[in-house]
């Protein structure tokens, strides 16, 4: 069974920085785990790894989709299974890093027998929050599967929605959910979850979405709704639905930024509770110190 290391967190916690510390230390190459970062072209809303991080270690599993294209857990875990073995076939160390919790469930456990795709019923349902709204939207999936609904916030659109196609092909998501906690572990893995301080996660949130309205995102935005028009899809990254009303003149910077503020800080929340039922995670005060923790991980990867 190979070995990984994984640093999840909530965003803003520092995951990359400490990521990059550690490879840079222990030869290791990184394999991210962020369902953002994957998209080409996003990259100032998605805070993906700068050219200096870039630069100090291989970073896999970055700049793998496009835009508005469907990536689900399977299609994930298959890519990141690959760049793993890869990595360990180089002698390098194996560095997952991101905060998606899906998405590292499915690697480390493997992927339920869920119901596939079916884009006509996710077209409709999409519509079906635009026409309603999606807290509409959220109570048909309470009325079908209370359980997950608990779990899902109802502005969570791109969640509800999978969930009620899981609903309609004869499963629940909530006992997919539950499933995964008995399936059998598909690395040796060290999983560490930084935490932060709440105050000072938060402020590190405001302060870094403030940049990215000040860095780039707009342009961006203008070049998605240049290439997709309006409405831009709904599965893309938090903030980019915003930048792109800015960009359009029906929402004012402020309360764009404001908007994306409090989404960054939900989902921080969000990626925090998860972690929280995850068995064997072992959570890092920040700031951590990267030089104890390379020795840890020195003595943890020496064959018992």
């Not at 800080?265 to 923790?293: C, F, H, M, N, S």
């Amino acid at each position: 069974m190979r070995s990984i290391v994984v640093i999840a967190g909530p965003t803003g916690s520092g995951k990359s920085a400490l990521a990059v510390e550690l490879a840079r230390r222990l030869g290791g190459e990184i394999v991210g785990a962020d369902s953002q970062q994957l998209y080409r072209t996003l990259d100032v809303g998605t805070a993906k790894p700068t050219a200096a991080e870039r630069a100090a270690a291989p970073h896999h599993l970055v700049d793998v989709a496009e835009p508005g294209e469907g990536m689900d857990a399977a299609r994930y875990a298959a890519l990141a299974d690959a760049a793993i073995e890869g990595i360990d076939r180089r002698g390098a160390l194996p560095i997952v890093v991101g905060g998606t919790g899906l998405y590292l469930r499915a690697l480390l456990h493997g992927v339920v027998d869920a119901p596939g795709r079916d884009p006509l019923l996710r077209a409709r349902l999409e519509a079906e929050a635009a026409a309603l709204g999606r807290p509409a939207l959220h109570a048909r999936l309470a009325a079908v599967d209370p359980a997950a609904a608990a779990r899902i916030l109802p502005n969570d659109l791109v969640r509800v929605v999978r969930a009620l196609e899981i609903a309609a092909g004869g499963r629940l998501a909530s006992d997919l959910h539950a499933e995964h906690a008995f399936r059998p572990e598909r690395y040796r893995a060290l999983f560490l979850a930084l935490d932060p301080p709440r105050p000072a996660l938060h402020a590190r949130l405001e302060a870094r979405v403030a940049a990215i309205f000040a860095g780039g995102i707009l342009d961006e935005a203008r070049a998605l709704l240049s290439r997709l028009g309006s409405p831009l899809p709904p599965r893309l990254p938090i903030g980019y639905a915003e930048a792109a009303a800015v960009v359009e003149g029906t929402l004012p910077l402020d309360e764009a930024i404001r908007r994306v503020q409090v989404a960054h800080r939900r989902y921080a929340k969000r990626q925090v509770i998860w972690l929280r039922r995850e068995p064997g995670v072992e959570w890092l005060p920040t700031p951590v110190d990267a030089a104890a923790l390379a020795r840890r991980v020195t003595a943890w990867r020496r064959p018992p």
